[in-house]
């Protein structure tokens, strides 16, 4: 991921948490003041959705994800690598799984106009937003297979 992509990728989702905070707290005040804010929740669902989506993307293009070096300390170099490339086409093969059970809902459901119940958010976009991540963060993890990090 390129160093501007990867800047406005972490803009965006930052943005999205944010958001999702601010639409919690709004909604906490007004509880407290005897009213309440329609639709808080899915709101909070769709900036969730869209930060995690991203930073699952971000997450994979510069190896910040979790990683136990149990095993991978006591290896070579080359071993690491090796076992780098296993587990980046085991992740691969993951979302893989996520994203074929996404698209595959995602397909079934496409006819059905399905909106969320209080604002009417589309979720067939927030479903292929989240297969597009899961196909981004498939080709980085294929590109890191064949050329691995030095």
Same mark, same amino acid.
């Given at each position: 991921?390129?160093?501007? *992509?990867?800047?406005?990728?972490?803009?965006? #989702?930052?943005? /999205? %948490?944010?958001? +999702?905070?601010?639409?919690? =707290?709004? &909604?906490?005040?007004?509880?407290?003041?005897?009213?309440?804010?329609?639709?808080?929740?899915?709101? *909070?669902?769709?900036?969730?959705?869209?930060? #995690?989506?991203? /930073? %699952?993307?971000? +997450?994979?293009?510069?190896? =910040?994800? &979790?990683?136990?070096?149990?095993?991978?300390?006591?290896?070579?170099?080359?071993?690491?690598?090796?076992?780098?490339?296993?587990?980046?086409?085991?992740?691969?093969?993951?979302?893989?799984?996520?994203?074929?059970?996404?698209?595959?809902?995602?397909?079934?459901?496409?006819?059905?106009?399905?909106?969320?119940?209080?604002?009417?958010?589309?979720?067939?976009?927030?479903?292929?937003?989240?297969?597009?991540?899961?196909?981004?963060?498939?080709?980085?993890?294929?590109?890191?297979?064949?050329?691995?990090?030095?």
């Amino acid at each position: 991921m390129t160093g501007r *992509i990867r800047r406005v990728a972490i803009w965006t #989702g930052g943005l /999205a %948490l944010l958001a +999702a905070a601010l639409i919690d =707290t709004g &909604a906490v005040l007004a509880r407290n003041f005897a009213t309440s804010i329609h639709g808080s929740i899915e709101l *909070i669902q769709l900036a969730v959705l869209i930060a #995690g989506a991203i /930073a %699952l993307a971000v +997450a994979v293009a510069s190896h =910040t994800y &979790a990683q136990v070096h149990l095993v991978t300390d006591r290896l070579s170099e080359s071993g690491k690598r090796w076992l780098d490339r296993v587990a980046a086409v085991a992740v691969a093969l993951f979302f893989l799984c996520l994203l074929a059970g996404s698209a595959w809902i995602a397909s079934d459901l496409w006819g059905g106009h399905e909106l969320s119940e209080v604002m009417g958010v589309p979720w067939r976009w927030m479903r292929l937003f989240a297969i597009l991540c899961f196909a981004v963060a498939i080709a980085i993890l294929l590109h890191q297979i064949w050329k691995p990090r030095r």
